[in-house]
């Protein structure tokens, strides 16, 4: 996804590749060195081919975890296996494709249902991958605010609420700069829309009609504007409406 691509190379949190050696006596579920994993790759060493066959592996990509599926792994792995592949630091990709949709769905609701997110002009997908980039790190403060402080017995203090703060920092920063372009733009939940508000008479009770703008000389008569029509939908359901942009409602619409 172009937007989550963005907003990774906004963080900087780019894939880093990684080695590692398993060698018996081995379990079935290998622990990795790193967590946020992608794109392993297993060879057994005995052999230098690269494990392919469907359902010998499966992965823990958050945690870290390989799992091997072999019966016997002394048989089927006799010196071990080399696990490779690319760990990242914050976000796995599928992280950062979540928080783009989060921010792409705030920023279409006030387009058509014939609108997408490809027809959105570039220096707008620049503004949701900053928002992107806000709602991730929105997120891992989520995270980092469950951790404490260690202190040890000889007195070594491990201040892990500090990790919390810089990234509380990035994330303010962030939430600017998001915040400045959307509103450049009009765009986003605080985006400015005009309406008009109409009044209902307290003699009739009825809508006050709603007429063009003209100039004060303007001689022509009147034109009036014609509200869309809210119509119940056709199976009853209450509280659904649906906008019927012409004259011709299936309530009655508006009398030619």
Known sequence: MTIASDARN???DFPKYFEQVFVPPMQSTLNLSHPLVTNLTVTNRSTGAAVTAEGSFSVDE???LLRLHATDLSTAYPTGVV???YFYEWFLPRDLEFHARFVANEHMMSRGSDTTVADLPAVELNVIAMGTVV???WSLLSEFAT???VINPEGISVPVR???QQVMQLFQV???KYEEGAMALNVGFNRISVSEIRRVSRLTGRLVPIFEERE???PSYPRRILPAIEAPFADGNEGGFVINGDTGAAVGGWPM
Do not use: C, I, M, P
């Open 162 to 164: 500090q990790r919390f």
């Open 216 to 218: 004060v000389d303007d």
């Open 135 to 137: 709602q991730a790190l």
């Open 174 to 176: 962030w939430q600017k």
């Open 10 to 12: 906004l963080l900087r």
């Open 83 to 85: 696990v490779g592949g």
């Open 147 to 149: 951790e404490y402080d």
């Open 62 to 64: 958050r945690n870290g």
